[in-house]
T-cell receptor
Framework: AQKITQTQPGMFVQEKEAVTLDCTYD???????LFWYKQPSSGEMIFLIY????DQQNATEGRYSLNFQKARKSANLVISASQLGDSAMYFC???????????WGAGTKLIIKP | ETGVTQSPTHLIKTRGQQVTLRCSSQ?????VSWYQQALGQGPQFIFQ???????GRGNFPPRFSGLQFPNYSSELNVNALELDDSALYLC???????????FGPGTRLTVT
C-alpha cells in the first residue's frame, strides 16, 4: 500500500506568490517523522523541514513551513514568497520509528515563473 | 553541504558488467542507507548498514550488495547490470539518534 501520496505532479507559480505542496501519508505507527526534500536538476537531495508526529506546533524553517494535520494524515509544505531558485522537484517522505527506511512520495515538480 | 560524499559522479556501464559505487559518511555517523532513484520517480530504499552489518533491505535482488567499513564509509555493488539499473544512486548517513538522514550528491549510473 502506498504510504506517501503527492497528488500534484507539477505546479506553476508566479514569483513572490506563496505555494502549497500537498502530501498525505498512511501509517499505523504512532511515532513517525515527516520530511520535505528539494531536489534541483543537479540531483542532490536537500533537506528542507522536519515534523515529528508528537510535535505540538507546525514546523517552520525560514520561508518553509509545514501544515501538519495529524487527524487528516496530511503534511503540506508551504513556501512563502517564492523565488526563481525554488524551481525544483519536491519530495515528501516519512520514517516510522519501527522502520529504518525513508518512504518517499512521487514528487511534485515546481516551476516558478518570473 | 551535508559532508556526505559519493564517487564517481557519473558512470556509464554496459549490460552484464559489474559496478561499485562509494559513499563517505558525515563525520560521527555510523549508519548509511542507499537509495535508487529512477528518472522521474521518488527514491527507493535499497538497504541500510549499521556498524558494518546490513540492518535492513528493500525489495532489490541479491545482485545488489553492499559493504560498510570500520570508518563507516560504504560501497554499493551491483552485478550483472541491467538496463533498468540506470538511475541516480543516493547514499545517506545518520547518527542513529535522530530521524534525519543526510544525503550525498548522488552517482548517476547509465547502463547501455
Amino acid at each position: 500500500a502506498q504510504k506517501i501520496t503527492q497528488t500534484q505532479p507539477g505546479m506553476f507559480v508566479q514569483e513572490k506568490e506563496a505555494v502549497t505542496l500537498d502530501c498525505t501519508y498512511d501509517t499505523s505507527d504512532p511515532s513517525y517523522g515527516l520530511f520535505w526534500y528539494k531536489q534541483p536538476s543537479s540531483g542532490e537531495m536537500i533537506f528542507l523541514i522536519y515534523q515529528g508526529s508528537y510535535d505540538q506546533q507546525n514546523a517552520t524553517e525560514g520561508r518553509y513551513s509545514l501544515n501538519f494535520q495529524k487527524a487528516r494524515k496530511s503534511a503540506n509544505l508551504v513556501i512563502s514568497a517564492s523565488q526563481l531558485g525554488d524551481s525544483a522537484m519536491y519530495f515528501c517522505a516519512m520514517r516510522e520509528r519501527s522502520n529504518y527506511q525513508l518512504i518517499w512520495g512521487a514528487g511534485t515538480k515546481l516551476i516558478i515563473k518570473p | 553541504e551535508t559532508g556526505v560524499t559519493q564517487s564517481p559522479t557519473h558512470l556509464i556501464k554496459t549490460r552484464g558488467q559489474q559496478v561499485t559505487l562509494r559513499c563517505s559518511s558525515q563525520s560521527g555517523h555510523n549508519t548509511v542507507s542507499w537509495y535508487q532513484q529512477a528518472l522521474g520517480q521518488g527514491p527507493q530504499f535499497i538497504f541500510q548498514y549499521y556498524r558494518e552489518e546490513e540492518n535492513g533491505r528493500g525489495n532489490f535482488p541479491p545482485r545488489f550488495s553492499g559493504l560498510q567499513f570500520p570508518n563507516y564509509s560504504s560501497e554499493l555493488n551491483v552485478n550483472a547490470l541491467e538496463l533498468d539499473d540506470s538511475a541516480l544512486y543516493l547514499c545517506a548517513s545518520e547518527d542513529g539518534f535522530s530521524y534525519e538522514q543526510y544525503f550525498g550528491p548522488g552517482t548517476r549510473l547509465t547502463v547501455t
